[in-house]
Nanobody, 125 residues
Framework: QLQLVESGGGLVQPGGSLRLSCVAS????????IGWFRQAPGKEREAVSC????????KYSDSVKDRFTISRDNAKNTVYLQVDSLKPEDTGIYYC??????????????????WGQGTHVTVSS
């Protein structure tokens, strides 16, 4: 069974940090581009960051650039999202997704074939 599982979310104060993980089972992530998306209450799911397969080239949305860092460890079949300097507006459910268009990186949800169930991030004092 092909599955992506996110973890690492939680409640954190503004300015805090978390490291989100996305682990694949049933398939290897080596050939896939991986994207992180988030959905705030009452809002549409938006792209946050993505990373290509081999070169590991990364992209970030303007709202998280310089605060979030995406990385991958293909040996562990895992992609990480380090989220720093968190703001209340970063609150939401964070999802990872895998795209077969591995050498490119896009925020287009339609290009991602596999999705995880999400991990909750709440930024509040």
């Amino acid at each position: 069974q092909l599955q992506l599982v996110e973890s690492g979310g939680g409640l954190v104060q503004p300015g805090g940090s978390l490291r989100l993980s996305c682990v694949a089972s049933g398939f290897t992530l080596d050939y896939y581009a991986i994207g992180w998306f988030r959905q705030a209450p009452g809002k549409e799911r938006e792209a946050v960051s993505c990373i290509t397969n081999t070169k590991g080239s990364a992209k970030y949305s303007d709202s998280v650039k310089d605060r979030f860092t995406i990385s991958r460890d293909n040996a562990k079949n895992t992609v990480y999202l380090q989220v720093d300097s968190l703001k209340p507006e970063d609150t939401g459910i964070y999802y990872c997704a895998a795209s077969l268009y591995g050498s490119s990186c896009t925020g287009d949800r339609g290009t991602y074939a596999y999705w995880g169930q999400g991990t909750h991030v709440t930024v509040s004092s």
